[in-house]
């Protein structure tokens, strides 16, 4: 992939998001709640900048790639993830992946999202309507993938997918995904938090972390102002004894090559490879939907796969 460049001589916006961008494991209440803070402007501005979003886009795909990026805590070695939303309402839906190296990628199906009047407010849920949510667990030990499906019961990826855990794996779940826009629309602030009940966790316990995280103040107003993570989780939860496990970063990476995409001519009918080989366009452009980076190939370069 190529990552577009941020803040050409902008030194300010530079030191925003100047720290790398890191997501820190935890347990609570001795071992029964087990979570993930997320703390990503970085992350959320490289993909608004090649995707080329404005702020509802920029909003809607940053909460699926803060989702995903939690969800990544729960892999290990080649584990990944993806997290599917179809829908009626405006977004049409969303794809977002992730692995367990805190690698995120993933697009919109729309582009701009199309709006009818301006956006007067952060709550999106309008432009979700009707549609399901899909979680894939690809792991490197299982000999298929493991899905499961739910309606879309709040237009909010934060509850939806809360809501998916409980329903289809039986475990309660919590998140918390913000971003945060300046005075010209422009992300200053980006993070989220999950909690999840381990087996044999108090119900009252978890319900309790549910209100804990309803209430807790905006993630990406609280990064913007250069919070730290491990410090939120502590003064927040303090009466159940944070426990942290470790942390790594966590960053927009998408592993497209120019060449595996050129091989992707080869799955054509043979009359249509015939076809771009004989007639072009010249130079063919294919572009990799995860991370909107443009490959161009010349007639030579078609002739030489083909």
Same mark, same amino acid.
């Given at each position: ?22 997501? =820190?494991?935890?347990?609570?209440? /001795? ?9 990503? @402007? ?22 699926? =790639? ?8 729960? %892999? !290990? ?29 993933? =697009? ?5 999202? @199309? ?36 309606? %879309?019961? =709040? ?5 939806? $997918? ?29 993070? /989220? $938090? ?5 087996? /044999? ?8 972390? #549910? ?17 730290? @993570? !491990?410090?939120?989780?502590? #003064? ?8 942290? %496990? ?37 130079? %063919? #452009? ?21």
């Amino acid at each position: 992939m190529e990552k577009k460049k941020l803040f050409v001589n902008r030194y300010r916006e530079q030191l925003v998001v100047s720290k790398t961008d890191r997501m =820190y494991h935890f347990l609570l209440a /001795g071992k029964s709640v087990r979570g993930a803070i997320v703390r990503a @402007p970085r992350m959320i501005l490289e993909m608004q900048a090649n995707h080329e979003l404005g702020i509802l886009e920029t909003l809607v795909l940053g909460h699926g =790639y803060l989702a995903a990026g939690l969800l990544s805590a729960l %892999l !290990k070695g080649r584990d990944r993830i993806s997290m599917q939303i179809e829908c009626s309402g405006p977004i049409k839906g969303l794809v977002v992946e992730a692995n367990a190296f805190g690698e995120v990628r993933g =697009y919109l199906r729309k582009v701009p999202i @199309p709006i009818d009047e301006p956006l007067e407010s952060f709550n999106i849920s309008r432009f979700f309507g009707a549609g399901f949510l899909t979680v894939t667990k690809h792991l490197e030990s299982a000999k298929k993938p493991f899905f499961g499906k739910t309606l %879309l019961e =709040y237009g909010s990826i934060a509850k939806d $997918l809360a809501n998916y855990f409980l329903t289809s794996e039986q475990i309660p779940t919590a998140f918390n995904l913000s971003i945060q826009f300046d005075d010209r629309g422009e992300v200053i602030g980006a993070g /989220g $938090l999950y909690l999840q009940a381990m087996p /044999g966790a108090d119900q009252n316990l978890m319900a309790d972390l #549910e209100r804990r995280v309803f209430h807790l103040p905006s993630l990406g107003t609280y990064f913007a102002g250069n919070g730290d @993570p !491990k410090q939120l989780i502590v #003064e927040e939860f303090q009466s159940l004894s944070p426990e942290f %496990l470790g942390e790594h970063p966590i960053e927009f990476m998408c592993h497209c090559q120019r060449d595996r995409l050129l091989n992707t001519l080869l799955l054509l009918p043979d009359n249509d490879r015939k076809d771009i080989k004989e007639n072009g366009p010249f130079p %063919l #452009e294919i572009r990799c939907h995860n991370c909107n980076t443009l490959y161009s190939f010349t007639k030579e370069d078609i002739e030489q796969i083909i």
